[in-house]
């Protein structure tokens, strides 16, 4: 059976068509970020020999309809099944391990998840047991790269409990900044234009939570123009920038890919739309639109449309889903491809962000 698979690719599967995949096509999988609301039983954990973390980040469904009588504002959102973000390879994969990293690679693109519980630095650190954790996991994640030779990363998904909160006198997003910089600064990596696409979101609970995809292939990092590049950002925001761009893009063989990274209602640096939560959905897709755009001049054809990205959303009140819903159906028609997640976004005056990747026939 030929698998008609692309180079690189991803799609959104409950966690039981997951489990469910041929053998065939599972032997293709490089590996999957599972979003579930409860953490999982042995029993309902997916039989699957590729590297899978589970994150508590509830999928969010909408209610068939509200009682009858009563108004739209009523209509709720419910906890949906589990869902994957799924990534395929079109090549034969070799599994692996190192440290606490599992990994699967296919010569070409290697997918890579690793799972640490904080923990406390040596006496007399100054860091914060997230911020070194997330030194300790970023280093390992380097390390790995450059043995295994795939210098370059395209995107990291990374995901921690508490996003928002405080402790040791800084918001506990800003302490995964520090530890993120120091290790790209310790491992002689770019920490401002040469630098991978992300997104950082808050979990239910759980250990730090890192996915991430590199290759062999240089990623092209892309900025937008209506925003400060995040690494950039005035130091109100924290006293280390966050290291990401806005997008990366990757030719792989004859396709190109493009990683949008978790994406706002910021211009400038700043929020825009506080509690407005349909217009930071506008303003949102209106980045994401700039993103596209730049990415088109670099492949010089029209390739990426909003219509043909597959998108996650985080949405922080459960109650918005229908509210971002509808503006992203005036904005792309009813078919757009997207799941949405509850979770804390890394501002507390952002209700929403989203992130998308595509990979198309260049
Ligand atoms: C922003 O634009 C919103 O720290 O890796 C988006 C994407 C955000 C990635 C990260 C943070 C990150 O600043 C937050």
Redesign the pocket.
Known sequence: MTMDLAVLSNQHLSLVALGQLSEARARHVLGAICYVAAPLTESAAPRIDAPLIRVLMPPLAEMKSAPSGQADTMAAAAAADPVCDVWFSGSALEPGQRGDIRYRHDGSTLFGVIELAESAPEAGSTSTPLQHTTERAYRQIFELLEALEYPYLFR?W?YMADINGQSHGLER?RQ??QG?QKAFIACRRDVVGNVP????LGAVSGPLTIAFLAGRQSPLAIENPR?IS?FA?PDH?GPRS???A?ASLVRLGSEAVLFV????S?VGHRTVHPGDVQAQTRETLTNIETIVQVANQQVAKPLFSLRNLLYRVYVRHSTDLAAIRDVMQERMGPQFNAVFLQAD???HD?LV?M?ASASLPA
């Open positions: 990291l990374n997003y995964f900044n993120r696409a992300a997104c950082a925003q995040a950002y925001y966050p290291t990401f806005r990274s978790g994406t706002a910021i976004v890394c501002r952002l962000e992130e």
